[in-house]
């Protein structure tokens, strides 16, 4: 009898034994499934999600608003100053310093010394066209006059370079608000004025000191009565000045310029204003807060 027991035991703990662990076996099978259900659902709704939010930006992307800052005309005169501007510089500049490699790579280029000054000449007379251009639209076309007067400099610039160089140095907490024009971009604009005039009008002394002009398809202009005006102290002056001009015109563009429209973190590659003429809702208050402030005030008393 005693035997008997011992074998019934013996089973029944043999029994609770395999349970148990067919048990253990089965509930970390029944843990994996459930993990992957629920993994394959976690994922799921994150796809979701992101789909949800691709659709946000999507919509938000055509809903964005655009502020058109700069018309058709003059973008274009833009692009004929700039083009013209290049061209000057990169046959300009080697002819003032003819020995460096890059310079005879650049000339050799042009076809020789004659080709880089005839290139010169007629991107000069493209540089001369598009500056008188530039002041009949300023004083004909309303929108030429409009940025006329919004261009001119005046005493908030001054206190406007005052609060920024706080704001940067943290000593202002709330940024510039600015008008149509900064005084970054006013700058801008006034020194092409200036680098116009002492451009155009020295490249004028030099020119009628050589007695011709040969702009490519012009031919060549003839003046042979420009060097019995223009004496050889005066032709000098007016080299030197241009020269030294240029270099200092290139080195702004690149310094002042560039780094405003290209450089900036916040408009690097560039600015895209030149090409479209129009700025984002975000960009018109960010940096012009107070146009866009007048015209949102403009559109509420018309009850838009
Ligand atoms: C952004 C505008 C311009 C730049 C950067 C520029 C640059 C230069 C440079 C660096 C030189 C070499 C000076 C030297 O040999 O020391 C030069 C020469 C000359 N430039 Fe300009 N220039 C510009 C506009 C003009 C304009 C508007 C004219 C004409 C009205 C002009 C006419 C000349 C002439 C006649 C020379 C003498 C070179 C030659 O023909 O042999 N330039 N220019």
Avoid at 98 to 113: M, R, Y
């Amino acid at each position: 009898m005693d035997k008997q027991n011992d074998i019934n035991d013996k089973f029944n703990r043999e029994v609770e034994k395999r349970l148990k662990s067919k048990l253990a076996e089965y509930e970390s099978r029944v843990r994996e499934e459930i993990q992957r259900e629920l993994q394959k659902e976690a994922e799921l709704l994150a796809s979701d999600e992101q789909k949800k939010e691709d659709e946000r930006i999507e919509s938000g992307k055509k809903k964005e608003i655009f502020y058109e800052r700069f018309g058709i005309n003059f973008r274009i005169q833009h692009i004929i100053l700039f083009s013209c501007t290049i061209m000057l510089i990169v046959t300009g500049v080697p002819l003032k310093f003819p020995k460096n490699s890059v310079s005879q790579f650049a000339i050799g280029l042009f076809g020789g010394a004659p080709g880089a000054r005839a290139i010169h000449h007629f991107f000069a007379l493209g540089l001369i066209i598009i500056g008188i251009y530039h002041l009949l639209y300023t004083f004909w076309s309303s929108h030429g006059r409009k940025d006329f007067f919004e261009l001119l400099p005046n005493l908030r610039d001054f206190s406007d370079v005052y609060n920024q160089i706080r704001y940067f140095l943290g000593f202002r907490k709330e940024k510039v608000k600015y008008g149509r024009f900064s005084y970054i971009e006013k700058f801008d604009y006034w020194a092409v004025y200036w680098g116009l005039i002492m451009m155009i009008g020295t490249g004028l002394v030099m020119w009628l000191f050589q007695g011709k002009f040969e702009p490519i398809i012009f031919g060549e202009i003839n003046l042979a009565w420009g060097p019995e005006i223009i004496t050889n102290y005066v032709h000098a002056i007016a080299r030197e000045m241009h020269s030294d001009e240029a270099l200092l015109a290139t080195l702004v563009i690149i310094g002042w310029h560039f780094y405003n429209v290209h450089f900036n973190p916040h408009k690097f590659p560039m600015s895209k204003v030149w090409l479209t003429g129009k700025i984002t809702e975000k960009e018109m208050k960010d940096e012009h807060a107070l146009e866009y402030e007048k015209m949102m005030k403009k559109k509420e008393d018309n009850g838009d």
